[in-house]
């Protein structure tokens, strides 16, 4: 048999699940796009590598190379749009 949970529980339970969210990390060597200064050079967990161009909620890029095994993919190179929380490793 189901409980009822009344308008004030499932309020509580809403406010609480909100203040505990995890704090994400990228993994060891990435850094997130986010991070990056404007203008540098990255390359992503695949291979695929570019230039950010600007970064805001979302991260507006230049991918200059795709990787062989993704050559169906290749009109994908040029300007994109991309989470601006993409795990990259940045290129010096």
Do not use: H, W
């Not at 004030?8 to 609480?16: A, D």
């Not at 060597?29 to 161009?53: A, H, M, N, V």
């Not at 095994?69 to 290129?91: F, P």
């Amino acid at each position: 048999m189901r409980r009822k949970l009344s308008l004030k529980k499932i309020n509580k339970l809403t406010e609480k699940a909100l203040k505990n969210k995890p704090e994400l990390k990228p993994a060891k060597g990435f850094k997130y796009l986010k991070d990056l200064p404007i203008g540098s050079l990255f390359e992503t967990y695949f291979g695929t590598r570019g230039i950010l161009l600007s970064c805001e909620t979302n991260a507006r890029v230049l991918i200059t190379n795709i990787p062989k095994r993704y050559d169906e993919l290749e009109s994908s190179k040029g300007k994109a749009i991309i989470g601006s929380e993409t795990e990259v490793k940045e290129i010096k």
